[in-house]
């Protein structure tokens, strides 16, 4: 059975740090996502990455896969309060009967305080 | 387009009521999944399908709970009898599988409360 776990599952940052969360998979993968979940919303896509040394990077943030690890880090610069959320990973399995299905993490509980 | 639709958006009832949410996928869209969120086991998947066809419901926690898509546009997730540890927020998303990316659009969810 896959796992997918996450660490920190909390995380507590001062505005202006940085800080990386780590995602650790229990089976052969290339391909990673990671989700963000505002309080009370729905997950919305951030990162898809689909090989060995991805590197995928939006504002603050940037995400990595090391498939030979089973490892990929959210890496977050100089947090500001907008990005106060929680981020989850989130791998395929490998295909049967012609889809694939995600496994979570159980998200990274992250706020920035001032 | 409008995303993923979810209906109800809050549902209350009582112990042993039949309860069923509703989804309608991303036209085009060819895999649709049922995800269940809870603060103690995080986000579950309960199954999900492509092509219509139900692919894995592994997820599925027992008898009480039952899923269909009749059709491309719309899924059901019925549980009968429900039950207080049913309370959670359900997920529907879905996904074109062959785009060599299995990325998912989640809808607004259904948050389900049984008293």
């Known amino acids: 059975e896959l796992k997918v776990e996450q660490n920190p599952l909390f995380l507590s940052m001062q505005e202006g740090k940085n800080y990386t969360i780590y995602c650790n998979y229990s089976?052969?993968?290339?391909?990673l996502y990671w989700y963000r979940q505002d309080p009370g919303k729905s997950l919305e896509s951030l990162f898809v990455l689909l090989s060995n040394g991805a590197v995928k990077q939006e504002g603050r943030l940037m995400a990595s896969l090391d498939t030979k690890a089973r490892l990929s880090t959210l890496h977050i610069t100089a947090a500001v309060h907008d990005l106060s959320a929680t981020y989850f990973c989130a791998v395929d399995i490998p295909p049967q009967g012609g889809s694939e299905k995600l496994v979570f993490g159980k998200g990274t509980k992250l706020t920035v305080n001032p | 387009d409008a995303g993923v639709i979810q209906s109800p958006r809050h549902e209350v009832t009582e112990m042993g009521q039949e309860v069923t949410l509703r989804c309608k996928p991303i036209?085009?869209?060819?895999?649709l999944f049922w995800y269940r969120q809870t603060m103690m086991r995080g986000l579950e998947l309960l199954i999900y399908?492509?092509?219509?066809?139900?692919i894995d419901d592994s997820g599925m926690p027992e008898d009480r709970f039952s899923a269909k898509m009749p059709n491309a546009s719309f899924s059901t997730l019925k549980i009968q009898p429900s039950e207080p540890r049913d309370s959670a927020v359900y997920f529907c998303a879905s996904s074109f599988w062959g785009s060599g990316a299995n990325v998912l659009t989640f809808g607004a969810g259904s948050r389900l409360t049984v008293l």
């Open positions: 089976t052969t993968s290339d391909r």
């Open positions: 036209s085009g869209h060819n895999s």
């Open positions: 399908f492509n092509n219509n066809v139900p």
